[in-house]
């Protein structure tokens, strides 16, 4: 699959999980206070594997454990030369074990999301849509080849100007287009 090139939309393959995660830094360097970033796909699709890599190229200090049981978890780094301020937080969501979008609520996220000391990263995202901001980037993971049990389509698709303003840095960083 080759990459699409326009404002709002890319696509590519993966060949290995360690792609992937190289990918998810490269995202995650980039990602500032506000960004929501929505992954969808099917078990085993790479979901927690790119949002790993995200984390680490955000900054985290650990890697990110799959919040399936405890469905949130909140990743900090510290402000940049401002000490007297709390740091932008990464929150890591998996809604796999959720009923439907009215229970995201209960998580109390909706509180944070597009907060500009905060950055979200969904799992199962499709799971909650009608909750998740209108300014988001969307990526969805898939199996190109069920035999080829490595590789993973990525599809990403940005809504509004700052998450378009993302993909086109991304594009650039891990593609030089």
Same mark, same amino acid.
């Given at each position: 699959?080759?990459?699409?090139?326009?404002? %709002?939309? =890319?696509?590519?393959v993966?060949?290995?999980?360690?792609?992937t995660?190289?990918?998810?830094?490269?995202?995650?360097?980039?990602?500032?206070?506000?960004?929501? +970033?929505?992954?969808?796909?099917p078990?085993?699709? #790479?979901?927690?594997?790119?949002?790993?890599?995200?984390? &680490?190229?955000? #900054? +985290?200090?650990?890697?990110l454990?799959?919040?399936s049981?405890?469905?949130?978890? $909140?990743?900090?780094?510290?402000?940049?030369?401002?000490? #007297?301020?709390?740091? +932008? &937080?990464?929150?890591?969501?998996?809604?796999?074990? @959720?009923?439907?979008?009215? /229970?995201?609520?209960s =998580?109390?996220?909706? $509180?944070?999301?597009?907060?500009?000391?905060?950055?979200?990263? @969904?799992?199962?995202? $499709?799971?909650?849509?009608?909750r998740?901001?209108?300014?988001h980037?969307? @990526?969805r =993971?898939?199996?190109?080849?069920?035999?080829? %049990?490595?590789?993973?389509?990525?599809?990403?698709?940005? $809504?509004?100007?700052?998450?378009?303003?993302? =993909?086109?840095?991304?594009?650039? /960083?891990?593609?030089?287009?």
């Amino acid at each position: 699959m080759a990459p699409i090139l326009d404002d %709002q939309t =890319l696509e590519f393959v993966s060949r290995s999980p360690d792609q992937t995660q190289r990918l998810g830094a490269r995202l995650g360097a980039l990602l500032r206070g506000g960004d929501v +970033v929505c992954l969808e796909g099917p078990l085993g699709s #790479g979901k927690t594997c790119l949002a790993q890599g995200v984390g &680490r190229g955000w #900054g +985290v200090g650990q890697t990110l454990i799959s919040p399936s049981f405890v469905l949130v978890r $909140e990743y900090t780094r510290p402000a940049n030369g401002n000490q #007297g301020r709390r740091g +932008v &937080r990464l929150y890591h969501v998996d809604l796999y074990r @959720i009923s439907g979008a009215d /229970e995201m609520l209960s =998580l109390g996220v909706d $509180e944070f999301l597009g907060d500009a000391d905060a950055v979200f990263v @969904i799992e199962w995202a $499709e799971r909650a849509r009608p909750r998740i901001p209108s300014e988001h980037l969307w @990526i969805r =993971l898939s199996f190109p080849d069920r035999a080829d %049990q490595t590789r993973r389509a990525l599809h990403f698709a940005a $809504e509004g100007a700052r998450h378009a303003a993302l =993909l086109r840095e991304f594009r650039r /960083e891990a593609f030089g287009a």
